[in-house]
C-alpha cells in the first residue's frame, strides 16, 4: 500500500523556507562574498602600503597573509551565526577536531612554531641566497609551515620551518661583500714569486675585485706541490662571476709562462731480486 504524498504542504513548505530562512540565507552568501571582496581589498592596500614604506618583504608577506585568512575567518563565524547556526557549537567541535589534527600533525605544529621563530629572529629574508639542511638556493616564500628556497638550476626545494629553525643556516647574501677564494697548486720546482705576481696582474686586471680590503695570496706546502690561495673580495652579486673568471683566467696565465700545475704522483720501483738455492 504506497502513502499518500501531500504535495501541496511541500510545496507550501517550500515556499515558507524560500521566503523565509532561503531569503536570509541568500542575503547573508552574499554579503559574506562582499565581504570577502572588501578583506582583499583591505590587505592589498595595507600590503602596498607597507611596501611604501620600505618595510621588510617577509614581513609584509606573512602579515597580508595572516590578517586577509583571519578576517576571512572571522566573518565567515559571523556568517554562521546570522543564518541560525550555533557557533558555540561549531567552536566545540572545531576545537576537538583541532585536538585530534594537533595529535596527528605533531610535526607540523613544530612547524608552525619554527615558521614563527624564523619570523621574529629572521635569520633570512625573501631574495636571500642560504645553504641549510644540504640544500642551498634563493628564498622564495616563507610560509606558515615551510619555507621554499629556488636553486641555481632553478629546483624548488621546500624545507620544513621546525628543523630549519634548529639548524644551522648559512647567509650567503646577508653581507654587501663577500670573500672569493681560489686554490692552485704549483710543483715544487716552479717560481713561486713569478706565480704569485702572475696572479696579482689578473686581479688587477678584473674591475669586479675590490681594491679594499686587498687581495692576498697565502702559501701552503702540500704533498704533491705548493698550495697558493687566492683571496678576493667582492660585491656579493659578482661573487661566481670572479669565481670562475679567476679559475679561468690563472690557469691560462699558467700555460702561457709554462708554470706546471702539480697533480698526485705515484711512484712505483720495481726490483728483481734473486733467490740462491
Not at 510545496?11 to 552574499?30: A, E, P, Q
Not at 586577509?68 to 554562521?80: C, P, T
Not at 629553525?165 to 670573500?179: E, Q, S, V, Y
Not at 696579482?200 to 704533498?223: G, H, M, N, T, W
Request: neutral net charge.
Amino acid at each position: 500500500m504506497f502513502l499518500a504524498i501531500d504535495w501541496k504542504k511541500i510545496l507550501n513548505d517550500i515556499i515558507h523556507w524560500i521566503s523565509t530562512s532561503g531569503v536570509k540565507l541568500l542575503i547573508g552568501f552574499i554579503v559574506l562574498l562582499i565581504v570577502f571582496k572588501m578583506i582583499n581589498i583591505i590587505s592589498k592596500r595595507i600590503k602596498r602600503r607597507l611596501e611604501n614604506k620600505h618595510v621588510d618583504r617577509t614581513i609584509v608577506e606573512v602579515t597580508n597573509s595572516i590578517l586577509r585568512k583571519g578576517l576571512k575567518i572571522i566573518a565567515l563565524i559571523v556568517f554562521l551565526g546570522y543564518v541560525g547556526i550555533d557557533t558555540a557549537a561549531v567552536g566545540s567541535i572545531i576545537g576537538a577536531i583541532g585536538v585530534a589534527i594537533g595529535l596527528a600533525v605533531q610535526g607540523s605544529l613544530s612547524n608552525f612554531a619554527g615558521g614563527i621563530v624564523i619570523l621574529v629572529m629572521r635569520p633570512f629574508k625573501l631574495g636571500d641566497y642560504i645553504v641549510a639542511q644540504d640544500v642551498e638556493g634563493t628564498v622564495e616564500e616563507i610560509k606558515t609551515f615551510y619555507t621554499t628556497l629556488v636553486t641555481a638550476d632553478n629546483k624548488v626545494v621546500m624545507l620544513p620551518n621546525g628543523t630549519l629553525a634548529n639548524d644551522i643556516i648559512i647567509n650567503l647574501t646577508r653581507k654587501n661583500i663577500r670573500r672569493v677564494d681560489n686554490s692552485f697548486q704549483i710543483a715544487y720546482q716552479e717560481d713561486v714569486e713569478k706565480a704569485k705576481k702572475i696572479m696579482l696582474e689578473i686581479c688587477e686586471q678584473q674591475s669586479l675585485i675590490l681594491k679594499d680590503p686587498e687581495v692576498a695570496i697565502r702559501l701552503f706546502y702540500q704533498e704533491s706541490g705548493i698550495e697558493l690561495s687566492l683571496r678576493t673580495w667582492v660585491k656579493t652579486d659578482d661573487y661566481w662571476d670572479v669565481y670562475y673568471y679567476l679559475n679561468e683566467a690563472v690557469k691560462l696565465a699558467f700555460d702561457k709562462h709554462h708554470i706546471q700545475l702539480s697533480y698526485h704522483r705515484l711512484s712505483v720501483q720495481i726490483e728483481n731480486s734473486k733467490h740462491e738455492e
